[in-house]
């Protein structure tokens, strides 16, 4: 059974800082794509960041310079730092797992942590 577990969300200032976790398990880790995606009140959910199987990372223009997503494939771990919040940071994050194998689509989700940064 796959499971993506997010934790290290919180209440922050801002300009603060986090690091969200997302601990992957019953799964091939080191070859998914990860990603973290937010959703913040009102909103659709959105990609933030993601990094490929061999290290390649993306982000969206709002986290640009500000977010760094990595992985830790001895530990099935995806990591977000994110610097510089600002309120509208505000969202539940979530961690993703994907995989494309032929016409097969494996995607994974986490439950979701909250990230809340008051001005």
């Known amino acids: 059974q796959v499971q993506l577990v997010e934790s290290g969300g919180g209440l922050v200032q801002s300009g603060g800082s986090l690091r969200l976790s997302c601990a992957a398990s019953?799964?091939?880790?080191?070859?998914?794509?990860m990603g973290w995606y937010r959703q913040g009140p009102g909103k659709q959910r959105e990609l933030v960041a993601a990094?490929?199987?061999?290290?390649?990372?993306n982000y969206s223009d709002s986290v640009k310079g500000r977010f760094t997503i990595s992985r830790d494939n001895a530990k099935n771990t995806v990591y977000l730092q994110m610097n510089s919040l600002k309120p509208e940071d505000t969202a539940v994050y979530y961690c993703?797992?994907?995989?494309?194998?032929?016409?097969?689509?494996?995607?994974?989700w986490g439950q979701g942590t909250q990230v809340i940064v008051s001005s």
């Open positions: 019953g799964l091939h880790f080191s070859i998914y794509a």
């Open positions: 990094i490929t199987s061999g290290g390649i990372t």
């Open positions: 993703n797992g994907r995989r494309i194998r032929g016409v097969e689509e494996y995607n994974y």
